[in-house]
């Protein structure tokens, strides 16, 4: 009877906010182990997978850790996988994107080992319906997915499927996912007997499990443990008894009987909505579902049709010479930022990481600063685009100059959903994944309130806000000096707790100034009818992951629910000079609370109160200084010079650093 093939699949990965201490330390007790077993297990055939973020990582400072894989992948004991060269979520990115990717992998690998990968890995459960279709005509034959996401007949013989879509087929090995759970912190040889009755059972052509790298010694596997048990794994499984072999899923391609066409569920990892664990939701709707994420998907989409736009313009004008360069590093910067940790959730802090967040935004927008160097150029501008990416048929307004960009929604007040500074390259905006139940990334928005409302309802959460009724944009205009403002007004009825009601008229002013970081919000309300209404402009602030710190007109202010009365100045400054500085005319009611009660690096939620009893008005600015130093430390990872790669392979051509990836 001849052996039961078995396929092992091993991923690297490292998030995208990891730093090169925090990789270096990875690299030394967890994939340093797995290298050295893979080497000493001479009978082992595996496949392995390094997702961008670590390739660059290792490119740069590990070029004997890829020397050593190459040995083996030459040697015929290892198989690199290629996909998307940042491990990204392909339902979740332009199509454009998608092939541009893979091409960038195939190309680093060529350049490296002399081929290309024939088979893909992705992020786990990221198959969507789209994919074959993406990924046809990528040279990318096979890849793998779990069998939670496919509909399976019983008894079907499942070791490589078909996955149709637009007439293009994606084929797969199915993961024996029980397999791949077992086989960690179990008796290699139990696990070695185990897995042969199962799979004799199963009576496929070959069978694939897969461990994380990860998971061999970092993340709460003791050390010691990891590096004992995976030899004797890998030689449990690879020759140590006659029924068992490992081979490479090249190998294990070339020999399967046709793929059998399979339905795929719609389904994504990690997604928990109202306590349970939803099966129904697919990838393309998993942004909608956390403020967070779409914060950041949508700008990461718009730096992506910018870049393509740059591409275009730079072809069409033969502008290679001097584009190619810069848009070359804008693309790497908008692929790592599309990398898969900014979905995730359930895994280590995913998206509710601050500093993951961060890493993402800095990359969007060093991406976009590069791209609006070339098309503006180095003078001061200003530029409004309209667009509707969330689908409600109502457009969204982005405005962008040297020094900042602004996500503004004029249907709903000119609430101003994010607010980049361009050159520390962050959302100042951006507090949320504090408190799950109670999202703070809204932006600076107006709330309306009873006039009884106290600070410590509206943080609490307990208050009640009452319908603003709806604004209507009245003018759009850059002014004699090239600053852009918003005009606004809303007129109506509001309702106050279910007794009175208030006829309020509220004129706003939104501007944009063109040559500093500045906002400025001018406001006047005036109550022709009942007892009057709070206006209240709820902005979150945080500055970073260093420890932050608030001043009320020049006096530092205790952490907690505070009123302050009289307020014409408030700052947020951070540890590392970051700073946001509030002036307000005339001086008005301001309430101030930390977003989170245990982490001052949190940031602070700064509520100016303007009381409209009968006519009131009041105008505040908002300004951005930061630190002289933070933008080259937070854009340090995405510099051009950060992504050279290595060649081992003296007949191989490599790509050069500045050449753009068609798309």
Same mark, same amino acid.
């Given at each position: ?198 799979? &004799? ?8 499990? /897969? $461990?994380? =790298?990860? @998971?061999? *010694?970092? #993340?709460?596997? +003791? &050390? ?8 004797? /794994? $890998?030689? =449990?499984? @690879?020759? *140590?008894? #006659?029924?068992? +072999? ?12 046709? =793929? ?404």
């Amino acid at each position: 009877m001849d052996p039961i093939r078995l396929q092992v699949v091993i991923p690297f990965h490292q998030p995208l906010a990891a730093q090169g201490d925090a990789i270096e330390h990875a690299v030394s007790v967890c994939y340093e182990p797995v290298l050295v077993a893979l080497e000493e297990a001479a009978r082992a055939r595996v496949a392995v997978h390094f997702s961008g973020h670590l390739l660059d990582h290792l490119s740069r400072k590990r070029e004997d850790f890829l020397m050593r894989l190459k040995a083996l992948a030459r040697a015929g004991r290892v198989e690199i996988l290629g996909g998307l060269f940042y491990g990204s979520i392909p339902a979740l990115l332009p199509e454009a994107d998608v092939r541009a990717q893979v091409q960038m992998t195939a190309e680093y690998w060529e350049s490296f080992i002399g081929r290309a990968p024939s088979g893909f890995w992705l992020p786990e459960l990221a198959w969507s319906a789209e994919l074959p279709r993406m990924l046809h005509e990528t040279g990318l034959d096979y890849g793998f997915v779990s069998a939670s996401q496919i509909a399976i007949e019983p008894g079907m013989q499942h070791g490589v499927v078909s996955i149709e879509r637009g007439g293009a087929a994606a084929h797969a090995f199915v993961l024996a996912d029980q397999l791949s759970k077992a086989a960690l912190g179990s008796d290699a040889g139990e696990w070695a007997d185990g897995a042969v009755d199962n799979m &004799q059972r199963a009576r496929s052509q070959v069978h694939t499990v /897969w $461990l994380r =790298a990860e @998971s061999l *010694g970092l #993340d709460g596997k +003791s &050390q010691e443990w990891a590096r004992e048990w995976l030899p004797e /794994w $890998l030689e =449990a499984v @690879s020759g *140590g008894r #006659d029924e068992l +072999s490992t081979v490479l899923p090249s190998e294990g391609y070339a020999g399967a009987r046709p =793929a059998r066409p399979v339905r795929l569920l719609h389904r994504c990892a990690d997604v928990v909505l109202d306590g349970k664990a939803n099966e129904s939701v697919d990838w393309t709707d998993f942004p909608l579902q956390f403020p967070e994420v779409d914060a950041l998907h949508r700008r990461m989409l718009r730096a992506s049709d910018k870049l393509r736009e740059a591409i275009a313009t730079m072809e069409e004008e033969g502008m290679e010479e001097e584009w190619s360069s810069d848009l070359a590093t804008a693309q790497r910067c908008i692929f790592s930022a599309q990398a898969p940790d900014a979905y995730w959730r359930g895994r280590g802090k995913g998206f509710t990481d601050p500093a993951l967040r961060d890493a993402v935004m800095a990359r969007v927008t060093r991406a976009e600063r590069l791209i609006d160097a070339l098309v503006q150029g180095e003078d001061d501008w200003i530029s409004a685009e309209e667009e509707d990416r969330d689908g409600d048929l109502v457009d969204e307004v982005v405005v962008s100059s040297r020094h900042l960009a602004a996500w503004i929604i004029p249907g709903e007040g000119a609430r101003v959903r994010t607010l980049d500074d361009r050159l520390s390259g962050r959302n100042v905006f951006d507090v949320g994944g504090v408190d799950r139940e109670k999202p703070t990334t809204q932006g600076m928005r107006e709330l309306v309130l009873d006039l009884e409302t106290s600070p410590e309802e509206l943080f609490s959460g307990s208050t009640k806000e009452l319908a603003p009724g709806c604004y209507v944009q009245r003018e759009s205009a850059i002014d004699e000096a090239g600053d852009l403002t918003y005009h606004l007004e809303v007129g109506g009825t509001v309702a106050t707790g279910g007794h009175t009601a208030s006829n309020v008229e509220v004129q706003k002013s939104l501007g944009i100034a063109i040559d500093r970081a500045e906002v400025t919000l001018a406001t006047k309300a005036r109550v022709t009818q009942g007892k009057g209404v709070l206006l209240a402009t709820r902005i979150p602030v945080r500055l970073g992951t260093a420890d932050t710190s608030l001043t009320v007109n020049g006096v530092s202010a205790k952490p907690g629910i505070a009123r302050h009365d009289d307020v014409s100045s408030v700052r947020v400054e951070a540890a590392d000079g970051g700073v946001v500085e509030l002036s307000l005319t005339p001086a008005l009611e301001v309430w101030t609370a930390p977003a989170s009660r245990d982490d001052l690096s949190q940031g602070f939620i700064i509520v100016p109160v303007l009381r409209a009893e009968d006519e009131a008005a009041a105008q505040l600015t908002l300004q951005l200084i930061p630190a002289p130093h933070h933008a080259e430390h937070v854009v340090a990872e995405t510099e051009a010079e950060e992504y050279e790669e290595v060649s081992g392979d003296d007949d191989a051509e490599s790509e050069e650093d500045d050449t753009v990836v068609p798309r």
